[in-house]
């Protein structure tokens, strides 16, 4: 590998698996992560890293410019939403450049949902609404203690503009003081609902309803042709019971200042759901929401 001290290609295998942690933060998909790193290897490989002096560092900065630039044009696509056509070529895409695991097998499922519970799905929920540039300044610096003057010169802005960057995103990550009166109650009891479903109790899903309770879905949600509606505690309860695949991959989050849950898939946003109350705790409408126009519409952040 000429112009390229043996050292770099040691250093690259030695920080695989922190190289691979900070795209996977910055990506928030295991499947993207791994090609990040396949695409930041080839730029060290055709790279004269002889008058690097900091050959860790370099790769840090080396692969957060690849997240970057997939974040920017992930945020071009944002209201595309991720078929199975797209996922397919991706898998087939890490196959085909070995990268993955390092066997050529496309990532693994088990693996990916491991790292986010790891890491946090609802952290993973909240980074995917932030900016590029918010989210590449938070997860470098308040997670891998990168320098700000580092960061600010991936993003070609200021030291204290990178700073504030990264405040916003903690702000959003952290949560800010809900206007709801009810917080704690309500918390609990989207937290019950979570549990319930994740662990299809069905009686316990049932007395956290109203008798009166409604929910609507958009013509995402299934796909239907149309939005829908359900009203009643069995049918609605029946219909959370059928989310339990999603509701793995969900978190407590605050839906425009509101107790909300969020359901995340691979790192993406994917659906929201919005809760109403009786003045006894129980639920009386839950608003789902799927379609991407929606989702970008909504102020999400973590609970503090």
């Known amino acids: 590998m000429p112009g390229r001290?043996?050292?770099?290609?040691?250093?690259?295998?030695?920080?695989?698996?922190?190289?691979?942690?900070?795209?996977?933060?910055?990506?928030?998909?295991?499947?993207e992560a791994d090609d990040a790193l396949q695409e930041a290897w080839l730029r060290a490989d055709r790279t004269d890293t002889s008058e690097v002096a900091n050959p860790s560092g370099w790769l840090t900065t080396v692969v957060a410019r690849v997240c970057l630039n997939l974040l920017r044009a992930r945020d071009t696509r944002r209201e595309e939403p991720l078929d199975d056509t797209s996922r397919g070529r991706a898998a087939r895409t890490r196959t085909a450049t070995g990268t993955g695991t390092g066997t050529g097998i496309g990532t693994d499922p088990a693996e990916e949902a491991q790292l986010a519970d790891e890491v946090g799905i609802a952290l993973l929920i909240v980074l995917d609404t932030l900016g590029p540039a918010e989210r590449l300044a938070f997860v470098l610096h308040d997670m891998f203690d990168v320098p700000f003057d580092d960061i600010a010169a991936m993003l070609d802005k200021t030291s204290a503009a990178t700073r504030q960057l990264a405040s916003r995103a903690r702000r959003r990550v952290r949560g800010v003081p809900a206007p709801e009166a009810d917080l704690p109650r309500r918390r609990r009891a989207v937290d019950a609902y979570l549990a319930a479903t994740r662990g299809g109790d069905f009686d316990a899903l049932?007395?956290?309803?109203?008798?009166?309770?409604?929910?609507?879905?958009?013509?995402?949600?299934?796909?239907?042709?149309?939005?829908?509606?359900?009203?009643g505690v069995e049918p609605v309860a029946r219909g959370a019971m059928a989310s339990?695949?999603?509701?793995?991959?969900?978190?407590?989050?605050?839906v425009?200042?509101?107790?909300?849950?969020?359901?995340?898939e691979h790192g993406r946003l994917r659906v929201v759901l919005r809760f109403d109350f009786a003045a006894?705790?129980?639920?009386?409408?839950?608003?789902?929401?799927?379609?991407?126009?929606r989702l970008n519409e909504l102020d999400i952040t973590g609970i503090g």
């Open 206 to 231: 049932v007395a956290l309803l109203h008798p009166d309770v409604v929910l609507r879905a958009d013509a995402a949600v299934v796909p239907t042709p149309e939005p829908f509606t359900v009203g």
């Open 256 to 264: 425009d200042g509101r107790v909300g849950m969020a359901m995340a």
């Open 280 to 293: 006894d705790g129980r639920m009386t409408g839950i608003d789902v929401i799927a379609e991407p126009a």
């Open 5 to 31: 001290p043996d050292d770099v290609a040691r250093q690259f295998e030695l920080d695989r698996p922190r190289l691979r942690a900070v795209a996977y933060r910055i990506l928030g998909s295991l499947g």
């Open 244 to 254: 339990m695949g999603r509701a793995r991959a969900a978190a407590v989050v605050l």
